[in-house]
């Protein structure tokens, strides 16, 4: 008796095995279902060897997408036609450029974005173009190799013999007999220099260690000044302060006195105008009686009898 067979459960296995596959597949072939792209075309004049298919596309250094398809231009085979597929939604502008660069010694290549200004519009295809074209730009060893081969070639290698005799002569004319007398002699004298420092270098040695030592006694001199510099500033601070209080005190007293002035100026008015010229005309009369009262301490002085029997009449002369 042979075994049922349930086809509908088998075949609905392998359906999910094959689409597993599938998607293992796409996942590990990094296509296009695994996100949304934006396709360009960009045409290398230049040899692309080191580039191949799913090589990285950079845009200023940042992965943004991968290379498609290499080949050659139908239309022009001096030409490589690139198609890359970078990540919607990446800023390529109608000035982006694309460079081709190889990594270090690895010799693997990649497609580096470059430029792109921010007012620039972005880049769409044009009528009869597929998908837009980016411009491309010449590598750095493109550039390197059409530098040697102009300068290899026969018009190059003519222009370097030109420039090489010239600048023989040039030599030839500077190094003439005074110019190597002149450079014989500042040999020698550079020559008598170092002599000369060899001989003193035992002063030489001591000089720099006293200038040390300064310095060392300098950095020692700004610490200590650091140091107390702050306390200074402090003192002056509060000096300062004491003498704007003084100010302030001399200020309220010289309103004081002013004000103690105009009242008390009236009974000044007063003084001035009657009391000055009564003490004038007592002064006098103190004065007089000063002299009076010396007079009489003299006559005193001279005949005391005459404070108790009053002066003596003068003597008469003859026949008086």
Do not use: C
Not at 26 to 35: A, I
Not at 113 to 128: C, F, N, T, V
Not at 192 to 200: L, N, R
Not at 274 to 300: D, I
């Amino acid at each position: 008796m042979e075994p049922k067979v349930n086809y509908i459960l088998v075949g609905s296995f392998v359906a999910f095995l094959g689409a597993a596959v599938l998607v293992g597949i796409l996942w590990l072939g990094k296509t296009d279902y695994r996100g949304s792209y934006d396709r360009y075309e960009a045409y290398m004049r230049e040899s692309v060897a080191g580039l191949s298919v799913n090589s990285t596309v950079k845009y200023r250094g940042v992965d943004v997408g991968r290379v498609k398809t290499i080949a050659l231009n139908p239309n022009n085979p001096e030409e490589v036609l690139l198609t890359l597929d970078i990540v919607r939604g990446t800023p390529i502008k109608t000035d982006t450029i694309a460079v081709l660069e190889t990594q270090g010694l690895t010799g693997l290549a990649t497609i580096n974005l470059k430029g792109g200004s921010r007012d620039a519009p972005s880049l769409q295809a044009q009528e009869g173009q597929t998908y837009p074209i980016i411009k491309t730009g010449p590598s750095l060893f493109f550039r390197l190799d059409e530098a040697v081969s102009r300068l290899l070639s026969e018009e190059g290698l003519a222009q370097l013999l030109v420039d090489l005799d010239a600048a023989a002569k040039g030599a030839a004319k500077v190094l003439d007999e005074d110019n190597r007398t002149m450079l014989t002699r500042t040999i020698k004298d550079l020559s008598d220099i170092a002599q000369t420092i060899a001989a003193h270098k035992i002063q030489i040695e001591q000089s720099l260690n006293g200038a040390a030592r300064s310095a060392d006694n300098l950095a020692k001199l700004t610490a200590s000044l650091n140091a107390e510099v702050p306390t200074l500033l402090a003192g002056i601070n509060k000096s300062v302060a004491a003498l704007g209080t003084a100010t302030d005190e001399l200020a309220r007293t010289s309103k004081t006195v002013g004000a103690v002035v105009n009242e008390a100026k009236p009974e000044l008015q007063q003084f001035t105008r009657r009391t000055l010229p009564e003490a004038g005309l007592l002064v006098t009369e103190l004065r007089q009686l000063t002299g009076t009262l010396t007079r009489v301490a003299r006559e005193v002085e001279r005949e005391p009898s005459s404070l108790v029997f009053g002066r003596k009449s003068p003597s008469r002369g003859p026949g008086e």
